[in-house]
């Protein structure tokens, strides 16, 4: 194509837009990449792959060099939505440190890079789970920060260098949701669900070849941060659904050791079996069903447990009384697919009963990438491009109500998604009811 028809076409502006507003107000990119998403056919930026990939390199490396010094607070918090931003780096990946560091050391007054007011020091424990308690960090706190982030944001260049030398469409695809507002929001934090994020990727891509090796993996993860037990319930389903016997006694053995080893250390060492004083709860920055309850507790002036009940059992009550169709046909996807689908569909489900900041979204894209895919209608992924959102005041007007109509939306395009998971999950159950294969011989 030459010059002046690239001038005339409106695909290249879209992408130079996307570019632009990446680096001057990205509070409005997820609006963009939202009308992307839903109404352009993403092979019509086959001449613009390399804005894309570009912009989407160059803002992880920009977050990267911000992170080095205190002289770039500013635009650390700038490539930072205003409902989150902080001038502390990798705030989440400091204190997971700082918690480690203080099982075997001690920490006094250590402030979080580069914060004149946040500190911490021993006795501190983030108390993921039973590992989170035990395993010790004896390094330089500032040091591992920068080393870890590093090997995260080397993982995301390549895997976007991966996707940009596949089709048009994979890698759109991939790039507007490595930049969606709760990916950015992990990264900033840089908690420790991202490695969740980086493992269980790599552990279900290598799953056909090391079973019992990912799975290991997998329950260690679960030991330190209990939520990715919900990735080896859905290979033990997916497991029954192929009526793999030795996986299916493997991943269930693995499920026991997970339950005894979190009961025996509630019980000896934390005293407690489920944190119930964190709730995070706010329409702009969290979700869950716990969360959910809690906002409209509030201005309902109805008890959070009762309105937690019915958010829970209505979509439930729905998929189970629905027709059998369903807008996925999960058995038209490969065997992969299939086993990325179902071990994020329950990791989802898992979450979804409870209260979560938004930088845990990013824990189900490849459930999103998997699905989309596969299907027409795309509102049940709308809430990936909205959560969390903080829209800047434009010409001098205060956006605040169009981001809760937004944020709003939102949360019916999440509640679809977990009626939708719930629907396809009944259906392939009952479908395949046979347990003969896991009888002995």
């Not at 010059?3 to 996307?18: E, G, S, V």
């Not at 607070?73 to 205003?82: A, Q, R, T, Y």
């Not at 189970?320 to 994020?344: C, G, P, W």
């Not at 459930?367 to 829209?391: A, E, H």
């Amino acid at each position: 194509m030459n010059r002046t028809n690239i001038f005339k076409d409106i695909n290249f502006y879209t992408a130079l837009i996307f570019l632009l507003l990446t680096f001057i107000d990205i509070s409005f990119l997820s609006i963009l990449m939202l009308t992307i998403f839903l109404v352009v056919d993403f092979q019509k930026y086959d001449r613009y792959k390399n804005i894309f990939f570009v912009t989407v390199s160059s803002f992880y490396i920009a977050r990267l060099i911000f992170s080095f010094s205190s002289k770039f607070d500013n635009l650390w918090k700038h490539i930072s939505l205003n409902n989150y931003s902080s001038v502390e780096r990798f705030w989440d990946l400091q204190l997971n440190l700082i918690s480690m560091k203080c099982i075997l050391g001690n920490v006094e007054n250590y402030y979080l890079k580069f914060s004149s007011t946040s500190y911490k020091s021993c006795p501190y424990s983030a108390k993921y789970g039973p590992l989170s308690t035990k395993v010790p960090f004896f390094g330089d706190i500032w040091i591992g920060t920068i080393i870890l982030s590093i090997f995260v944001i080397i993982f995301l260049l390549l895997l976007c260098f991966n996707f940009y030398r596949m089709d048009t469409k994979t890698f759109i695809t991939l790039a507007l949701l490595l930049m969606t507002p709760s990916m950015n929001f992990l990264i900033e934090r840089m908690n420790i669900d991202v490695f969740i994020l980086i493992f269980s990727i790599i552990c279900l891509y290598y799953y056909k070849d090391y079973p019992k090796f990912t799975v290991i993996v997998l329950l260690i993860l679960s030991l330190y941060k209990i939520h990715p037990v919900g990735l080896l319930f859905g290979l033990l389903f997916f497991s029954h659904l192929i009526k793999n016997k030795s996986q299916f006694n493997f991943i269930f053995n693995s499920l026991v050791i997970f339950f005894v080893i979190y009961f025996l250390d509630s019980i000896f060492f934390t005293n407690t079996i489920l944190d119930t004083e964190w709730r995070p709860a706010g329409l702009d920055i969290t979700f869950g069903l716990l969360s959910d309850s809690i906002i409209l507790s509030k201005y309902l002036n109805i008890n959070y447990v009762i309105i937690y009940i019915v958010l829970l059992i209505s979509p439930i009550l729905l998929a189970l009384f629905s027709k059998t169709d369903t807008e996925l046909e999960t058995r038209a996807m490969s065997m992969v697919e299939q086993r990325y689908f179902f071990a994020y569909s329950f990791l989802f489900l898992i979450n979804f009963l409870y209260a979560n900041y938004d930088y845990r979204l990013p824990l189900f894209i490849p459930l999103i990438f998997v699905m989309s895919k596969y299907m027409k209608n795309k509102i049940p992924f709308v809430f990936i491009f909205l959560m969390p959102l903080s829209l800047s005041p434009l010409a001098g007007l205060d956006l605040g109500t169009l981001n809760s109509i937004i944020l709003i939306f939102g949360r019916f395009s999440i509640y679809y998604f977990y009626y939708l998971l719930l629907k396809i999950i009944k259906n392939r159950f009952l479908s395949s009811l046979d347990f003969s294969y896991l009888k002995d011989k």
